[in-house]
Structure formats: C-alpha cells, structure tokens
C-alpha cells in the first residue's frame, strides 16, 4: 500500500523559514518524480516544485522561485521542501504528491505565515 506522510508544517512569522518533510511507504521515493503542491483557501492547488528521478533535474513555481528548494534523501525514502524568506502569500496547505510512476498524494501540511 503507497503511503505518502507530510510532516513540518506550522505558524511561522514571515520572512522565516520551514522544512517540510514527505515519507514514503510502499514506493521507493528514489525510482519516483516527486512534487510538491499547495492549495490556499478559495484557491486551486498549484504546483509548487517537482523532481525528476535521480535528483539532478528541478523545477520550482515562478513565485517561488528562489526562495524554496526541493531535494530528496534516498536512504530515508523522503523528499523535502526547504521554504525561506517566507511570506504571508505562502500560506496554504501543502501536499507532496509522487508523479510516477502512478499517483499518489499525502494527507497535507498546513503552513501559516502571519505576524
């Protein structure tokens, strides 16, 4: 059974920073094109960054980038998204999601950015 965890989300005053964690259970995050998402109230979800197997190749959201960075650790099946410099426009719950083969999403994380 494919499990995908989200874990890191939290309040965080702007300009600060998060890292948010997604373990795999059931796939090896290593042999997946792994994303992130993220979904705002009255807004639809949005890509917020993606890597390809191998974790060489990356590519984030215009109004992200800069500022967040995926990575993927293979020998702890997780792949993380490092946010900095984070704004209030940040807030949103965020989802990692393995793009292939098949999909498959975790439950989210909710990160708030407020002062």
């Known amino acids: 059974q494919v499990q995908l965890v989200e874990s890191g989300g939290g309040l965080v005053q702007p300009g600060g920073s998060l890292r948010l964690s997604c373990l795999g259970s059931?796939?090896?995050?290593?042999?997946?094109?792994m994303a992130w998402y993220r979904q705002a109230p009255g807004k639809q979800r949005e890509l917020v960054a993606f890597i390809f197997i191998g974790g060489s190749t990356t590519t984030t959201a215009d109004s992200v980038k800069g500022r967040f960075t995926i990575s993927r650790d293979n020998a702890k099946n997780t792949v993380y998204l490092q946010m900095n410099d984070l704004k209030p426009d940040d807030t949103a719950v965020y989802y990692c999601k393995r793009e292939w083969p098949g999909t498959s999403w975790g439950q989210g994380t909710q990160v708030t950015v407020s002062s």
């Open positions: 059931g796939i090896s995050i290593s042999r997946s094109n």
